[in-house]
T-cell receptor, first 115, second 115 residues
Framework: AQTVTQSQPEMSVQEAETVTLSCTYD???????LFWYKQPPSRQMILVIRQEAYKQQNATENRFSVNFQKAAKSFSLKISDSQLGDTAMYFC????????????FGTGTRLQVTL | DGGITQSPKYLFRKEGQNVTLSCEQN?????MYWYRQDPGQGLRLIYY???????QKGDIAEGYSVSREKKESFPLTVTSAQKNPTAFYLCASSMTRTGFGNEQFFGPGTRLTVL
């Protein structure tokens, strides 16, 4: 079974600064997918960024980028130029490629962006 | 607008009563999912369906039931057998069950409270 661990329950960053959220996972699979989801106070889950395990290049989406270390089973999210609208819960999620694949979520990191 | 709708947004139930949560999508997605979210935990999969008239149990299916009579609809029934039903319930859908291109899109959620 796969597990996803987010060791930072809460984090805070000042507006315009950079913050990194950590995520580690455990799996015996060689090919899989990793995601970061954002859940703002509205509780709507929004996909932020995704990474394919067989791709060495780290994914980037505007101010959001990941540091994917496959050997270390680490998948951190970096948010640059933080904005007040980035305040939210952030969930790391793992998905296998098989027919029985499902999203396995971490427990989340609550990020507060302050002035 | 294409998307996923869940109703109601808030639901109150007395102990011993069954209750049904609605989930509708007009994205023409094949797969649909139900997740439960509790404070301090990530999302946990209750049931999922890849095609009409077919569905599978997720990690925490006990006390829940689903149906998939139409592609657009995937209602979840919380039965009296569910011992701790108070939670936030999220419905999601995706193009196909397998593969990377099947990003899961989430509905706005239903908050169920058992009185």
């Amino acid at each position: 079974a796969q597990t996803v661990t987010q060791s930072q329950p809460e984090m805070s960053v000042q507006e315009a600064e950079t913050v990194t959220l950590s995520c580690t996972y455990d799996t015996s699979e060689n090919n899989y997918y990793l995601f970061w989801y954002k859940q703002p106070p509205s509780r709507q889950m929004i996909l932020v960024i995704r990474q394919e395990a067989y791709k060495q290049q780290n994914a980037t989406e505007n101010r959001f980028s990941v540091n994917f270390q496959k050997a270390a089973k680490s998948f951190s999210l970096k948010i640059s130029d933080s904005q007040l609208g980035d305040t939210a819960m952030y969930f790391c999620a793992f998905k296998t490629t098989g027919t029985a694949s499902k999203l396995t979520f971490g427990t989340g990191t609550r990020l507060q962006v302050t002035l | 607008d294409g998307g996923i709708t869940q109703s109601p947004k808030y639901l109150f139930r007395k102990e011993g009563q069954n209750v049904t949560l609605s989930c509708e999508q007009n994205l023409n997605h094949d797969a649909m999912y139900w997740y439960r979210q509790d404070p301090g935990q990530g999302l946990r999969l209750i049931y999922y369906s890849q095609i009409v008239n077919d569905f599978q149990k997720g990690d925490i299916a006990e006390g829940y039931s689903v149906s998939r009579e139409k592609k657009e609809s995937f209602p979840l029934t919380v039965t009296s057998a569910q011992k701790n039903p108070t939670a936030f319930y999220l419905c999601a859908s995706s193009m196909t069950r397998t593969g990377f291109g099947n990003e899961q899109f989430f509905g706005p959620g239903t908050r169920l409270t058992v009185l």
